[in-house]
């Protein structure tokens, strides 16, 4: 595996692989060295905080250094350096590119023009694959699989990355059933909607389907991504999870989000025995070392 830009990167037996990897890596007292010598250059041209901290976190556990920039403040691309050169100079500095940028395809851009291997971090309202990577070693750690599940996907469908990519990763399994809960502007894009092979429904309002679903994945309304603010003034309060609506739900479910979240989950609900996104969050390095694992081929 050289690039990862996309979870159809992904294989149905390397997303199995992934999870049995994560499972011994996070039970590993002293983790091997695979990335001795060798440069990671984090390229985070957008904000970034567990993405960025636990990419980085993972490769030194493995013995790589990093070098490395979050956010274009401080870097040449505020003089104008475009995206090409910027990949260029860091063939020389670096082993691997792990890049997250505001553009759509950035991250496929990279990988042309690269030599070394590039991981997407998230490209615009494109995907985040290794994201999804760590949702659904969430979902396997608390259903010992992922088949046969009742999924409800919330929240801002169009412009979230962590949706497409979690979408298209389920086209790899067998849901029993995906709900696409969202208001009418927000609903998921039809290209993707197009690529899955699984039985799924839109709806708006939760109410008519929240007692079925296993896994409830909630998504930050994406303000930076809207064309317009006054339209994200409009949905930016289009659904909250709270108290009333966990106690709709199912005893065994679960509630993911990839954070940061904003107020799309109340604080009350985290200690509920539903709310798993900060154990997800936890997968985030030993999920990230076993992808570098993948990429270097160990
Ligand atoms: C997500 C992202 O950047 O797409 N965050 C993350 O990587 N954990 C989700 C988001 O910003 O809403």
Same mark, same amino acid.
């Not at 409800?152 to 399994?173: C, E, H, I, K």
């Given at each position: 595996?050289?690039?990862?830009?996309?979870?159809?990167?992904?294989?149905?037996?390397?997303?199995?692989?992934?999870?049995?990897?994560?499972?011994?890596?996070?039970?590993?007292?002293?983790?091997?060295?695979?990335?001795?010598?060798?440069?990671?250059?984090?390229?985070?041209?957008?904000?970034?905080?567990?993405? &960025?901290?636990?990419?980085?976190?993972?490769?030194?556990?493995?013995?790589?250094?990093?070098?490395?920039? %979050?956010?274009?403040?401080?870097?040449?691309?505020?003089?104008?350096?475009?995206?090409?050169?910027?990949?260029?100079?860091?063939?020389?500095?670096?082993?691997?590119?792990?890049?997250?940028?505001?553009?759509?395809?950035?991250?496929?851009?990279?990988?042309?023009?690269?030599?070394?291997?590039?991981?997407?971090?998230?490209?615009?309202?494109?995907?985040?694959?290794?994201?999804?990577?760590?949702?659904?070693?969430?979902?396997?750690?608390?259903?010992?699989?992922?088949?046969?599940?009742?999924?409800?996907?919330?929240?801002?469908?169009?412009?979230?990355?962590?949706?497409?990519?979690?979408?298209?990763?389920?086209?790899?399994?067998?849901?029993?059933?995906?709900?696409?809960?969202?208001?009418?502007?927000?609903?998921?894009?039809?290209?993707?909607?197009?690529?899955?092979?699984?039985?799924?429904?839109?709806?708006?309002?939760?109410?008519?389907?929240?007692?079925?679903?296993?896994?409830?994945?909630?998504?930050?309304?994406?303000?930076?991504?809207?064309?317009?603010? %006054?339209?994200?003034?409009?949905?930016?309060?289009? &659904?909250?999870?709270?108290?009333?609506?966990?106690?709709?739900?199912?005893?065994?479910?679960?509630?993911?989000?990839?954070?940061?979240?904003?107020?799309?989950?109340?604080?009350?609900?985290?200690?509920?025995?539903?709310?798993?996104?900060?154990?997800?969050?936890?997968?985030?390095?030993?999920?990230?070392?076993?992808?570098?694992?993948?990429?270097?081929?160990?």
């Amino acid at each position: 595996m050289k690039d990862i830009i996309s979870v159809y990167d992904f294989s149905k037996s390397d997303f199995d692989e992934l999870f049995e990897l994560t499972d011994k890596l996070r039970n590993m007292p002293i983790f091997p060295k695979i990335l001795k010598e060798k440069t990671v250059a984090l390229a985070f041209f957008e904000p970034s905080t567990r993405t &960025y901290l636990s990419f980085n976190k993972a490769a030194i556990n493995l013995g790589a250094s990093t070098i490395g920039f %979050s956010g274009e403040e401080g870097t040449s691309i505020a003089k104008g350096e475009n995206l090409a050169d910027t990949i260029r100079m860091l063939n020389n500095y670096a082993d691997m590119i792990v890049i997250r940028h505001k553009f759509d395809g950035a991250a496929k851009f990279a990988s042309e023009i690269s030599e070394i291997p590039v991981i997407n971090a998230g490209d615009g309202k494109h995907e985040h694959p290794t994201q999804t990577v760590i949702d659904f070693y969430t979902i396997y750690r608390n259903f010992k699989n992922i088949d046969g599940l009742t999924f409800g996907l919330m929240g801002d469908l169009r412009y979230a990355r962590v949706v497409n990519s979690f979408l298209r990763a389920l086209t790899r399994f067998k849901p029993k059933k995906v709900y696409l809960i969202s208001p009418p502007q927000l609903s998921a894009r039809k290209e993707i909607l197009e690529e899955l092979n699984y039985p799924y429904r839109e709806v708006i309002d939760y109410n008519e389907v929240i007692e079925e679903i296993d896994v409830l994945y909630v998504t930050r309304i994406q303000k930076e991504r809207f064309p317009d603010e %006054s339209e994200y003034e409009k949905v930016k309060e289009s &659904y909250v999870v709270d108290m009333n609506l966990v106690s709709k739900m199912r005893k065994d479910a679960i509630i993911l989000h990839a954070l940061p979240r904003v107020n799309e989950i109340s604080r009350e609900v985290d200690k509920t025995p539903q709310a798993k996104y900060f154990e997800q969050a936890s997968y985030a390095v030993p999920v990230r070392m076993a992808i570098f694992h993948k990429i270097v081929g160990e």
